[in-house]
Structure formats: C-alpha cells, structure tokens
C-alpha cells in the first residue's frame, strides 16, 4: 500500500508552508497533493506558485497531485481552476463536479477527491467514464460500504484500473459552506475577514457543553474535533482492496505520522491505541467522533 500526502488544509503563511513541503520532499510518502481546497482567499501561493512547487517537488521521483478548490462561487474561482487544469503536465485532483468537467472535456486522468459523493459502484463507473482513474472514499463512508462497493465494482468490471484511496489520518473535512465561520468568529463580514484563518493554523476548536471537542471551524469548511486515525486498520484495508492511505497535514506531528504508518505497513508496529483526542468512528459505520475497537 502506497503512503499519500494530502493537501494542507489550513491557512499557513508561505514560509510555513514552502518549509513544509521541503521536508516532505524527503518524507517517506509516495504521492504528496498540494494545492488551495478551502478559500479562495487564501493567497499566500498564487496558482502559478503552486504548479511550480509541484513540478519542483515532482523531481524528487514522487507523483505529484494538484488539489482544487471544493466549493467555486465565483467566475476568478472558475480561472483559477482553469489554469490548474490546463498545466499540461501535472495529474489533478478534482475537488467539484466543475474540476471534474473541465478534466473530463480535456480527455486526462485524473483524481475524483473526497468531496465528491462517490457513494456506489454505478456512481464510480461514471466518474470512470469521464477519465477518472483513483478515487478518494467519503470521509463519512466505512469499512463495510467500501468492501460492498469494490466487490460491486469487481463484478461490473470496472476495478482494474482505478486505484482507491483513504482518508486515514487528520481532522475530518466534514462540510464547506458558503459563509465564513472563522469570519463571524470575529463578528467580522466574509467579504472583509482580514484573513483571520491565518492566526489559526490548525483551526478554531467548538467545544459542547458537556466540553467535548465537537467540531473545527476553518474558514467555510467545518472539520472533526478529533482527529481521525485509521493506523491500526491499515492491515486491513490492505486486505479489501485500499492502495493509498492519506495522511492530512497537521502543524508538527505530520512527518512522525508518516513514519509511524510506514512502520505499521511493514509490520514494526505491532500495538497502536489511540489517544484521547482521536476517533475512527466512520469506519466502523459508527457516529464518527467515536472511538472502536475492531473485533478483526
């Protein structure tokens, strides 16, 4: 099974985030994605600025994937994602149908990202049609709907040749909004957030009232509170069919995580629990902030 980087999913400055993928240029991974998913607004890297890291990055023998933008609302979303698209050169991961559209129009492979609702085998025989080649389960899916959906597709004949990928390690991208919660955070209008997210490179935490850590405001998009952690489930995911299992950039513990899922593919790891502040309920097709314990 292949190791996969997702891309950052917060609000970093340039610096922070061109020090990021200078070390993930040597992390152990086999496909690193980049690129802005959440606002448009966030333009510490412009689209120009993002293919050149990629094609840089795509030197070091990884496969490098540019990441769109998951929720367009407006014509320079749209020139942004064109520009992304026609690069001519490095694979894209479509993160909306109109990623999708323009992919499909030019006749290239590419990546159906999970945002978008791949929820059974039919549906995936179309993305397959329209030039899809890996695609990226649900957040909210499971184990059980994966392994229905693979042998689904198993029997339709259309498994062989395209790859799947798991979101198996991160806080959660559970919704996108057309508001800014970090913006009425501040009582500030979306129009004019000062791009706060940026004071917030791991998000804002939503407590209830019982203090659990319910959910992540980041920008539009609202996360976990906990962060999922699919490590001790990687053997079987091996097992129904899964190639690429993603880790989501987090401030500092990314490149441990990495080497801690290579150890456990390779078998080093032998206990792996997880902590207070992490869950791994969706896959169990369980409420998703929840902790199980496999049976397997």
Known sequence: MKLSLGPILYYWTKQQTLAFYEQAADADVDIIYLGETVCSK???????????????????????VLSTLTLLAAESELKTLRKLCNNGDIMVEANDMAGVQLMSEHGVPFVSGPAINIYNARALNVMKKQGVTRWVMPVELGRETLQELLADAENMGIKDGIETEVYAYGRLPLAYSARCFTARYYDLPKDNCQLKCIEHPEGIAVHSQEDDELFNLNGIQTMSGRTYNLESELSNMQKIGVDIARISPQVDVTFDKVNQFRKALSGESKTIALSEAECNGYWFKSPGMDQVISAD
Do not use: C, M, P, Y
């Open 42 to 64: 966030r333009r510490e890297l412009s689209a120009q600025d993002w293919i050149d890291l990629a094609k840089s990055l795509s030197e070091t023998g990884k496969q490098v």
